[in-house]
């Protein structure tokens, strides 16, 4: 999963080597715990994130958004994100 992904990568830019495994399981949930606080953060996306995607999608499939469609489309992603979580089954 891309929040489990996240940590692991977090821990490793911390240590210098993969060590998750050997984090006790409260350590793992304070970790996933702050990849959600920083995906949180993240939520709203930049004018220049929504123009890279609006460009992306135009040049490529033939598409354009209007009406904040793209920045709703971003929110609807992190949240799905974010709610697996809380329920694993979702990707």
Known sequence: MPIERAARALIKSESGYDD?????????????ANICAVLEALR???????AAGEKFLRQQVGLGFEGGAL?????????ALLAS???????
Do not use: K
């Open 20 to 32: 998750w495994d050997a984090l006790g399981f409260e350590l793992q949930e304070e970790v996933r």
């Open 85 to 91: 979580r809380t329920n694993p089954t979702r990707h």
């Open 44 to 50: 709203d996306p930049s004018p220049a994130m929504l």
């Open 71 to 79: 920045e709703h489309a971003w929110h609807l992603m992190l949240d």
